[in-house]
């Protein structure tokens, strides 16, 4: 079982930088991919960003929509992964979630955390 904690949600104007954290426990994620998606009200969940293990070389995938505005890290001495998001727009908001994929049929999702984008 993995247990993943998202924090760093809020509200922030547009142009603004929210940095997101997920911090895993209940098991080592730096051998797993992890990524973030995030569901926006009445949409589809859709992937954001997501990063493979560092021994794998750390390449990173971002959605078209937040290139070059979002990065995506992770710190394995924490168990952690952050989405750090800048030049905020209110299409940003939604609820954020943290996975980690342990095996091609085994994922794990955080709770979420809400971005709100202010115009």
């Known amino acids: 079982q993995v247990q993943l904690v998202e924090s760093g949600g809020g509200l922030v104007q547009a142009g603004g930088s929210l940095r997101l954290s997920c911090a895993a426990s209940?098991?080592?994620?730096?051998?797993?991919?992890m990524g973030w998606f995030r569901q926006a009200p009445g949409k589809e969940r859709e992937l954001v960003a997501r990063?493979?293990?560092?021994?794998?070389?750390?390449?990173?995938y971002y959605v078209d929509s937040v290139k070059g505005r979002f990065t995506i890290s992770r710190d394995n001495a924490k168990n952690a992964v952050y989405l750090q998001m800048n030049s905020l727009k209110p299409e940003d908001t939604a609820v954020y979630y943290c996975?980690?994929?342990?095996?091609?049929?085994?994922?794990?999702w955080g709770q979420g955390t809400q971005v709100t984008v202010s115009s």
């Open positions: 990063i493979t293990p560092t021994w794998s070389g750390g390449t990173t």
């Open positions: 209940g098991r080592t994620v730096s051998n797993y991919v």
């Open positions: 996975t980690v994929r342990i095996s091609i049929n085994t994922d794990y």
